[in-house]
């Protein structure tokens, strides 16, 4: 557990420039800064979370803060793989930058894969970038506890392929409710939003000033009510 702490211009060679949890164990941050991590040649510019295996250890970030964080693949801010439950609330995400590699790693601010059970909820993501998903980049949560709502997401960007503020791919049953995406930017595929290979409800959301890429893009195997 980290709590009330403050992690600023760490690097790590690989993977995790702030916080690496890898291993068979749960990992909390709570009221807890973390700026200018970089991820030299590895993911996770400022957190990485890896338990090893999946449906047993939780992720759970809080009131936090996550800026000018840097991975050179995935999860420019956070990398979080095989997570049994994932919770992210009251946190900012300002800044970040996945893919210093230069070719095709995602989730500026968040990367997620292979999640049980997701809440997202009172988040900014803000100015963040990656080769898809400049916010966040999903793919794989796989029960129909997966929930998004009350968060801002403004100016990210995926500077190549789709997702400006979120690329959500494999999700079994997204909820999208009450979110606000505002002047967010893709190469094509959803400059706010992209679903891919998924089912959502997206309610009472506002999407506006996309910069490019549609709004809002589902593939034909998404469905979306």
């Known amino acids: 557990e980290v709590t009330g702490s403050t992690f600023a211009l760490n690097t790590a ?26 991820a030299q040649y590895g993911y996770g510019g400022s957190v990485y979370f890896y338990p090893t295996t999946g ?47 230069n070719s095709n790693y995602d989730g500026g601010g968040l990367y997620m894969h292979s999640t049980r059970t ?28 997966d929930e998004w709502t009350n968060n801002i997401f403004s100016d990210n960007s995926a500077t190549w392929d789709g997702g400006g503020a979120i690329w959500m791919k494999t999700h ?29 409800t997206f309610t009472n959301n506002v999407v506006a000033f996309t910069q490019g890429g549609d709004g809002v893009h589902g593939d034909a195997t998404s469905q979306a009510n």
Not at 14 to 36: F, R
């Open 13 to 38: 060679y690989n993977n995790g420039g702030a916080i690496y949890s890898h291993h068979y164990s749960s990992l909390s941050i709570e009221d807890t800064v973390l700026e200018d991590g970089l």
């Open 172 to 200: 079994y049953y997204n909820e999208f409710v009450n979110n606000t995406l505002v002047g967010n930017d893709a190469n094509r595929y959803g400059g706010g939003v992209r679903y891919q290979t998924s089912y959502a």
């Open 55 to 101: 449906s047993a250890y939780d992720l759970s970030i809080s009131d936090s803060t996550i800026s000018d964080s840097t991975a050179y693949y995935h999860g420019g801010g956070v990398y979080a793989y095989a997570t049994n439950d994932l919770s992210i609330t009251g946190s900012d995400f300002v800044d970040n930058a996945a893919n210093s590699a």
């Open 118 to 145: 997701a809440e997202v909820a009172n988040n900014v993501f803000c100015g963040n970038s990656a080769y898809g998903g400049g916010g966040v980049y999903s793919y794989y949560v796989y029960t129909n506890s």
